[in-house]
């Protein structure tokens, strides 16, 4: 099961920390063997991966901690995940922490739109009133009491409302006391670099394929002030590109054989951990 404490020691560190998003257990696992010291536990993943659609509050606080407590089974590097809304009123946060605690995962992020929620890059967020999120922030850090989870607090106002609501937003909850403060939304480097320039202290940037912000280096970032970095939809989107190239090949050709790179069945096989379930056998079985 993944560390929590480990994450708070390399956010310590003097390297930002980067969290590529998996949709899945598996893919978490390849996130770990390539070598990065984190993962992101993404919701826009979770609800692909789990229902086909698209990241739009859709999931349960049930579904979504049985998902990140499968992550955290499955790899030994700290798990960040999205906890939406929180899924309810304080009780149901309160709920939320403590299931997400039992989970294993070492951080969790709360945002600030009302139910239903939606993906931080789409349009049509609305938000709750500053006054509230903050209450529910403390709520979060009240239940998760003295146990080593980071609390991340989101907005989700620059689409909605703004860059300058967006940093008010950022720096309130920075004054309730969470661990650090993720700005979503963002699509421009210009963005990027006002979230920088705007707020001190420990924060988090989504960088999202597709969009502007992939021109910044991990140095960039790190150069910025950003402790922690997420690519919630890197491994997705190019799984599923390559999936569908896959497909298209053997409709056509009616066979596999001469279509995209893949893994071998051994190359998967140790991927997910055979070796360990054979050495098992080998010792204990009949």
Same mark, same amino acid.
């Given at each position: ?20 998003? $998996? ?5 978490? /696992? ?5 070598? =990065? ?35 955290? /089974? ?6 960040? $995940? ?61 239940? /998760? ?23 008010? /937003? ?11 403060? =993720? ?73 596999? $054989?001469?279509?995209? $790179? ?25």
């Amino acid at each position: 099961m993944a560390g929590d404490s480990s994450l708070r020691r390399l956010l310590e560190g003097p390297d930002i920390v980067l969290a590529p998003g $998996a949709a899945d257990s598996i893919t978490a /696992r390849i996130v770990e063997s390539v070598g =990065f010291p984190a993962v992101y536990m993404t919701g826009f993943g979770a609800t692909a991966s789990r229902l086909g659609m698209p990241d739009i509050g859709l999931l349960s606080q049930t579904e979504m901690t049985e998902h990140a407590r499968n992550m955290t /089974r499955a790899v030994s590097i700290p798990v960040i $995940a999205d906890a939406d809304t929180g899924y309810g009123g304080p009780s149901n946060i309160d709920r939320t922490v403590r299931e997400y605690l039992q989970a294993g995962v070492a951080a969790i992020h709360l945002e600030d739109q009302v139910s239903p929620k939606r993906c931080g890059q789409m349009s049509g967020a609305r938000l709750m009133d500053a006054d509230s999120s903050v209450k529910r922030l403390r709520c979060a850090m009240q239940a /998760r009491g003295t146990a080593d989870l980071l609390i991340i607090g989101r907005t989700d106002a620059l689409p909605a409302a703004g860059m300058a609501e967006a940093i008010r /937003r950022a720096r309130l909850y920075q004054d309730a006391g969470v661990d650090m403060v =993720f700005v979503d939304g963002v699509k421009k480097v210009e963005e990027v670099e006002a979230v920088a320039r705007a707020i001190d202290g420990p924060k988090v940037v989504s960088v999202v394929d597709g969009n502007e912000t992939t021109r910044l280096t991990a140095t960039d970032l790190q150069d910025l002030g950003f402790g922690l970095a997420l690519y919630a939809v890197t491994a997705l989107f190019t799984a599923t590109r390559a999936i569908n190239g896959a497909l298209t090949h053997l409709k056509a050709a009616g066979t596999p $054989a001469g279509g995209p $790179a893949r893994h071998t069945y051994e190359e998967f096989s140790r991927l997910a951990g055979v070796d360990v379930h054979n050495d098992l056998d080998d010792r204990f079985g009949g």
